[in-house]
């Protein structure tokens, strides 16, 4: 199975992306040999010297770890052109120096499972409109390898697309494609829905209820019913107010105006400022 690193490095310095959904999918190859797990390391040094507008994405992944470095709903200093910073997911493939052209594959299709999922999640599919690739929006080779190992970009295009619509036939998640792929089964798991609302089922029909689940590095809260709950407040027994966003996602390191009232939520999501206004 791969490691999943849910690290947000950044803290949304590049600012919140514009739309809840996002217009395009990136593909990069990065132009080194460093493992998901170095570049963990060498991006915190960046951000925490502050060089993070020298560039970095959403995820940098191998066939064995898949690091997030910066929340999907954030925007990433990736793509070197302004209006598809504002709309993209970005993806590394790692190890572009250093790895075999086999284990280079390997890598590339973990980053489109992992495009699968995240288009599973915003309900969307892959087309020839929303993948994209590096050097369509900045002048660069990026994906320099990724377009020679498939013998062009609009055959590299077809192959992430077909790719992506396999992975999405058998799975929401990466762990659902890859338990699948090793034979364990076609259950499908994730997020569901029906006229009420959103739920989260696991693979073995089961769902969370009256509680937070951490869900592809976001954290979001199910009520007695097991519906997801967004748009609206909840305080837990210890008197913590948490804003639920919309899409369910919880508020957390911003400030943000709700009901004309300004309401800063700190790292691990709490309300810290008072606003007996909205107690009910």
């Not at 954030?74 to 572009?96: H, K, L, M, T």
């Not at 284990?103 to 020839?128: C, G, H, K, S, W």
């Not at 619509?165 to 058998?170: L, T």
């Not at 997020?191 to 509680?211: F, H, L, V």
Request: glycine content about 8%.
């Amino acid at each position: 199975m791969v490691k999943i690193i849910n690290d947000s490095i950044f803290k949304g310095i590049a600012g919140k992306r514009p739309t809840t959904k996002p217009t395009y999918f990136v593909l990069h190859n990065d132009a080194g040999a460093m493992t998901p797990e170095s570049y963990r390391g060498w991006l915190r040094g960046r951000y925490n010297s502050g060089e993070s507008d020298k560039g970095f994405a959403h995820y940098y992944i191998n066939r064995d770890t898949i690091l997030r470095a910066e929340d999907t709903y954030n925007r990433a200093w990736a793509c070197g052109n302004p209006r598809y910073n504002n709309n993209s997911i970005s993806y590394e493939v790692c190890e572009q120096l250093k790895v075999s052209d086999a284990e280079f594959i390997e890598n590339e299709n973990m980053v489109l499972r992992q495009m699968a999922e995240d288009m599973a999640f915003y309900e969307m599919t892959p087309n020839p409109t929303n993948i994209k690739f590096h050097r369509e929006m900045s002048s660069t080779s990026c994906p320099k390898r990724s377009v020679e190992l498939h013998g062009g970009l609009e055959n590299l295009r077809n192959y992430v697309i077909k790719q992506i619509a396999y992975y999405q036939s058998i799975g929401t998640t990466v762990e659902e494609m890859l338990k699948y792929e090793n034979g364990g089964g076609s259950v499908k798991n994730g997020w569901q829905k029906n006229d009420t609302g959103w739920w989260y089922e696991s693979s073995d029909g089961t769902y969370p209820k009256n509680s937070w689940k951490e869900i592809n590095g976001n954290w979001f809260r199910f009520n007695a019913d097991g519906y997801m709950l967004e748009n609206q407040w909840y305080r837990d027994d210890k008197d913590n107010w948490y804003w639920l966003k919309k899409g369910g996602y919880m508020a957390k390191s911003e400030t943000l105006t709700i009901g004309g009232k300004q309401c800063y939520f700190n790292d691990w999501g709490a309300l810290a400022t008072e606003i007996k206004h909205y107690r009910k």
